[in-house]
């Protein structure tokens, strides 16, 4: 990376701080101030800025999270930096435990306006109430992080990071590979884990427990297969090349899409395994991981930094 690269890494964190109405203004004079200043401690220094003089000047310039702070109204829920990011965590945990907790009451049988109003009684009492765990447990969290932030100002150093860089490194590509390798042994025959752990032992109860109908296989299983299957060469070139480009992150998106409307297809249609058990029980995972995808990906559309109109000419 040269000193450009990592005032441009650094605008781009600070800008993803804040609200999207702002975040092209902010980013434009962000940017523009950066380089005027680092043009300027080059100049007493008596040499080019390179990498290392950027990152040792926006450091001292202070934390991205802290920066933006400066440029917008901060909450004041444990540390003002964190305000933003505590308010969008509770928010979405609680919509999905609101929202799967629904899932599950309305798929009880209702006839009559009674029966609905009982389901909603549960919803309320058994999810919504009990689901203020979750911004308990993110304030505990919170508040453990803005301790060692002070306690070790180091640790929250600022690092830049190219624009390809591969959220988690290699090893979480790694996982990543692991994880699909897993899901297509399952979605090939899930079974073979009882033979592994019981060495073909197990109940045949157990065996239709995991035996999937004929349908399943012939539609949505392949469907799946197919896809999981071209993960494969997107996450070997990831690990191999170190880099996360855009047009892998293109693909990434395309199939990420592609694989939850199979997944939504899988939950809508018939049974998936022949005990209605295991049915609902991977239904409900499945229409789980639907929504935790899709509000991840709303959230990556709307924390992503574009140069405003006519800001790129004029830089």
Known sequence: MNATDVIEAYVTDVAVLLPRKQRNDVAYELRALL??????????????????????????????????????????IIDPADGHAFLRAAVVGLLVIWGLGMVSFVRQPIASGWDFLQALGQWW?????????????????????????????????????????????????????????????????????????????????????????????????????????????????????????????RVDLVLRLLTCGAMAWTVLDGPVFLARSSDQMIKFFMATIVVVTLIGLVIKYFRSVQPAPGQQTQA
């Open 35 to 76: 380089n005027e200043g680092l043009l300027d401690k080059a100049e007493e220094a008596g040499c080019s800025a390179d990498a290392a003089m950027a990152t040792e000047f926006v450091r001292a310039f202070g934390r991205p999270a802290d920066v933006a702070a400066r440029y917008r109204p901060t909450l004041t």
């Open 125 to 249: 009492g058994q999810t919504l109430i009990p689901s203020m765990w979750w911004p308990g447990v993110l304030v505990v969290g919170f508040g453990i992080s803005s301790w060692l932030r002070r306690r070790s100002p180091r640790l929250s150093l600022w690092t830049p990071r190219a624009g390809d860089h591969i959220p988690g490194g290699r090893v979480a590509m790694v996982m990543a590979l692991i994880g699909v390798l897993c899901g297509l042994a399952m979605l090939l025959d899930p079974r073979w884990v009882l033979d592994l752990f019981f060495s073909g032992r197990a109940a045949p109860a157990a065996y239709e427990a995991l035996t999937y109908t004929d349908a399943f296989r012939r539609h949505q299983g392949l469907t799946l297969l197919v896809l999981l299957a071209l993960n494969i060469p997107l996450f070997i070139a990831a690990i191999v090349t170190g880099r996360w480009s855009p047009p892998m992150q």
